[in-house]
């Protein structure tokens, strides 16, 4: 999928967590090394890879994890440690011909590894207190994404000004409770700022996690109030959320080293429940990978201790062997199912509800491109509803000259990215009083209403054409009448791009593209209205767009979208962020992140904005806090570094 692609085709860019590692004196070796084994993938840039502008952004630390511990491992067997630092110091060697936006570049002119940030720390630290204008989890309540309370009315928006911007790079979406705000990044910082002017409250480093951190009161901390982080290297930990530290740190919850986690870990009751993903979809192109092995899982930790109650996988027929490919590799499965997105619990009936990934080879299995409901207790299935039948996919397989680890039929990447919404429909709605409906949302464009307790399809309605890159990518929010649906329809956008020069990235034509925002009526999937992504000026300061349809800035509106009364927030891949009519659609408010820089909280000065991607705003305390220049699946409109932006009624 896109998410699987920002998180394996993307290669190096998870490299996370090591200290700093010094360039190696012969970048000639380096050079050597890339040209052999890395250049075909990224010079230039294929699908989702990140380009050489883009790997000389990164820290040489990060590169040299991504090829000892990362999806790029497969891809760097056989090289010695001191070869993995000469790529690292090749790429970031000053040399290296690649163009930076200026306020990513170092005193001596070269793009810098990371922002020269420094953690401006608060006077004091309060302690926390909750109001009723807090976001403390990716979702709010049951992933709705709706602050009801949001301390702001429809008629501020037309005076949101930034207040504070705060530069890192591949920021998470943040949670706030009163006047802390808490954010992971994948440098390995996870921080506490102060919500009101964005100074550091504490920073945790090693801590590399692109999860929402969430945030709970419970005796579990000696504080009072804990907070849960998923990160890279598989494991999900734990921190007193008032002084940062740690309360534990759970065993690694998948042995195949390229696996992760992206979606957030939620807490409910005494369980911690952690979803697990996969890079395989990028390792396999490697003709000596034996694909694929991965089967994606759900854990569930003890919130007091971080041991594991129960891990239960999605796909539930045996893995096998199947055959030999062409260089005589063995190959297996079924595998794939990544989740990668949060999952969303159904306390009243004992149930947690994930969105599962695409197959990962041509082994049928009913557990790919699903929703499955499991019991929170036993971790026993409930029931799975698979939506699109054999989606195999591994990356590079629309290309010409295909992987041989490519399966067949080759799917069309049309996995969930979103988790699912639970939503209580009102007695004049459904059949009778209680009748409530799962929400979701797929890469393919389309939007399904499921029963809760069998599963069954009630619905689907058809928002967007879908791509790899969605259709409906990252989220959906919903408030107590309506569910908004943002489409992306990016591949389509960059192919409506790329055919004007004459070229294509796609062997199988793909639908019109039709990025929006929609709003459905949750009890019959009628949509209510729809409001196409306005076509508006962008300014990408540096990213791989020209070798994505010449330069142009793609309006794909893939950002998860964030609601409260009177207004639903929703980005889109050209940096705008916009407040619609709940009602209506009418837009009420819109800003380019991208037209101009930022003078940083943590000193960085002209730091440049960049597409709105991901996972969206949170909306506390009369502020809207949203991450500009996200690095995600497109590789358009990011540039290495992201900006936290906080919004407020005339910047006060």
Not at 212 to 231: C, D, F, Q, R, Y
Not at 612 to 640: E, P, Y
């Amino acid at each position: 999928m896109a998410l699987t692609r920002w998180f394996s085709a993307a290669l190096f860019a998870l490299g996370l967590g090591l200290p700093l590692v010094a360039h190696a004196q012969d970048t000639a070796v380096g050079a050597t090394v890339f040209n052999a084994r890395c250049k075909g993938c990224h010079e230039p840039a294929i699908e989702r890879a990140p380009d050489r502008a883009t790997l000389a952004t990164m820290q040489p630390a990060n590169i040299v994890d991504a090829l000892t511990n990362g999806v790029m491992k497969p891809m760097a067997a056989g090289l010695s440690d001191a070869e993995k630092q000469a790529v690292a110091a090749y790429l970031t060697a000053p040399a290296a011909p690649v163009a930076a936006p200026l306020a990513a570049r170092s005193p001596q002119g070269r793009p810098a590894a990371a922002p020269v940030g420094v953690d401006v720390k608060c006077d004091t630290n309060p302690p926390i207190k909750p109001t009723g204008s807090d976001w403390t989890s990716v979702g709010l309540e049951t992933s709705h994404r709706y602050q009801p309370n949001p301390g702001l009315r429809a008629a501020d928006l037309p005076k949101l000004k930034v207040k504070w911007s705060f530069a890192m790079s591949g920021g998470s979406m943040p949670t706030v409770i009163g006047d802390w705000l808490f954010i992971a990044n994948r440098t390995g910082k996870f921080y506490a700022l102060d919500a009101n002017t964005g100074c550091v409250r504490w920073v945790v480093e090693n801590a590399a996690a692109r999860t929402t951190p969430m945030i709970v009161k419970s005796a579990v901390s000696p504080s009072g109030w804990l907070t849960i982080v998923g990160e890279r290297d598989r494991a999900a930990h734990a921190f007193d959320a008032q002084t940062g530290r740690e309360i534990w740190k759970s065993p690694p919850l998948e042995a195949n080293t390229i696996a992760g986690i992206t979606g957030t870990p939620v807490i409910s009751g005494d369980q911690v429940f952690v979803p697990l993903t996969s890079g395989e979809e990028g390792a396999a192109r490697q003709p000596t990978y034996r694909c694929c092995s991965f089967q994606a899982s759900l854990a569930a930790l003890d919130l007091k201790t971080g041991k594991l109650n129960w891990q239960t996988k999605v796909l539930t027929e045996p893995l096998h062997d199947t055959h030999k490919n062409a260089v005589g590799v063995m190959l297996q499965g079924p595998a794939g199912g990544a989740i990668w997105s949060a999952p969303t619990v159904d306390a009243a009936r004992g149930l947690v509800y994930v969105a599962t990934g695409d197959s990962y080879t041509e082994v049928d299995t009913k557990g790919a491109d699903a929703i499955v409901a499991i019991d929170t207790r036993t971790g026993k299935i409930r029931w799975s509803n698979q939506v699109t039948e054999r989606d195999n996919f591994i990356v590079g397989c629309n290309a010409a000259q295909k992987p041989v680890n490519c399966p067949s039929p080759d799917g069309p990447d049309y996995d969930f990215g979103a988790s699912p919404i639970l939503f209580h429909l009102p007695a004049s709605q459904g059949k009778g009083p209680g009748k409530d409906v799962v929400l979701s949302g797929q890469k393919s464009g389309v939007v399904y209403g499921m029963d809760t307790d069998t599963g069954k399809s009630l619905w689907s309605t058809r928002v967007g054409s879908g791509s790899s890159l969605g259709g409906i990518e990252w989220g959906m929010a919903a408030d107590l009448t309506r569910l908004y649906v943002a489409n992306a329809d990016t591949v389509n956008l960059l192919e409506e791009n790329l055919k004007v020069l004459g070229r294509s990235n796609v062997a199988t034509p793909l639908g019109p593209p039709m990025p929006g925002l929609s709003a459905i009526d949750p009890a019959t999937g009628k949509i209510l209205w729809t409001v196409p992504a306005p076509k508006a000026a962008c300014h990408y300061a540096g990213d791989r767009s020209k070798d994505r349809g010449g330069g142009a800035c793609a309006r794909a509106q893939s950002q998860a979208p964030s609601v409260m009364p009177g207004a639903v927030f929703s980005g889109t891949l050209d940096g705008w962020f916009r407040a619609y009519d709940p009602a209506t659609g009418k837009i009420l408010w819109a800003d380019s992140t991208t037209d101009r820089t930022y003078d940083t909280v943590n000193q960085v000065k002209g730091q440049p904005g960049g597409s709105l991607d991901g996972l969206g705003a949170a909306i506390a305390g009369g502020r809207v806090f949203v991450m500009s220049g996200f690095n995600g699946a497109a590789n358009t409109g990011g540039n290495g570094t992201n900006v936290l932006l906080a919004y407020s009624v005339d910047g006060k």
